[in-house]
């Protein structure tokens, strides 16, 4: 008899089903479509184990253990006869297609009933029916030092100044030897290398390596040792800030020490601090 054979998705709670892999599940999906090919009885019958691994398309060995599986798990009933003939009977198969009338009618009554509540997954998250799903959270902005543009400004600068036409930037690549360099030095000494690499009489700055960030990294190290004496102590003594923001701190320190306040009639009063 041909046609579809018929299956119902409570076959995925049962615990057989739970523990069978996907050759097990698989080759009792495929004798139901036999059986339904057959006589559609729920009976099958083989010249031996070969004939039906065949038909599984796997080895005979694992055919005996699929075998052994679904019989000790009551999803198949196997015997053995003479000669190696096979025979094989689907219990549930009448129930599956419907042939069996009462045990269909207790399965349809017990779908009607109310159903216990799903298992939920470790990462699932049951909605009601007006709910909906939250957009996912924003991820925070990275962090970038404010250090970084200004590096890239005062090379291609002192570059356009040197060579006389625009630096190309390459994107991240060049951003990455920015970042490498920051993490080496701060941003007076990258300034004083910067200086020194475009000043230098070496020829492997103009017509080898040439004038690039990839240059200034990798010659960091030799740029210090042609440094200037004075531009050599202030790269050793590695300093917290340029010159011009230091200035800026003593104009504020001296700020600091007049300020100003208003007394009850609205006079401004300025106090001189100790």
Known sequence: ???????????MDEDWWKLANGIQRGCYLQLLLLCKSGA????????????????????????????????????????????????????????????????????????????????????????????????PAKKPPKKTNPDHSKVTDYFCQAYEKKVGVKYGFHGKEDGRKIKTLLGRWNLPQ????????????????????????GVLLANDNKLVQEAKPEKRAKLNAMP???????????????????????????NRLLDRKP
């Not at 042939?99 to 997954?121: E, G, Q």
């Not at 103009?206 to 960030?213: A, E, I, K, P, V």
């Open 1 to 11: 008899m041909s046609g579809y054979p018929k299956i119902w998705t409570s076959i």
């Open 40 to 135: 559609d009885s729920g009976h099958l019958c083989y010249k031996n184990v070969i004939e039906l691994s065949v038909l599984f398309a796997i080895d005979r060995r694992t055919t005996n253990k699929v075998l052994t599986f679904l019989s000790q798990n009551c999803c198949i009933n196997v015997t053995y006869e003479d000669g190696g003939l096979l025979r094989i009977k689907v219990p549930k198969y009448k129930f599956y297609q419907g042939l069996d009338a009462k045990a269909h009618a207790k399965h349809m009554a017990s779908k009607s009933a109310v159903s216990p509540p799903k298992s939920v997954l470790p990462n699932q998250t049951i909605l009601e029916p007006d709910q909906t799903i939250p957009p």
């Open 190 to 213: 990258i300034k004083h290398l910067i200086d020194t690499m475009f000043a230098s009489t070496d020829e492997f700055y103009r017509t080898g390596g040439g004038y690039s960030l």
């Open 240 to 266: 917290l800030e340029d010159c011009r923001h230091l200035a800026r701190l003593r104009i504020e320190q001296r700020q600091e020490q007049h300020t100003e306040d208003i007394d009850e009639a609205g």
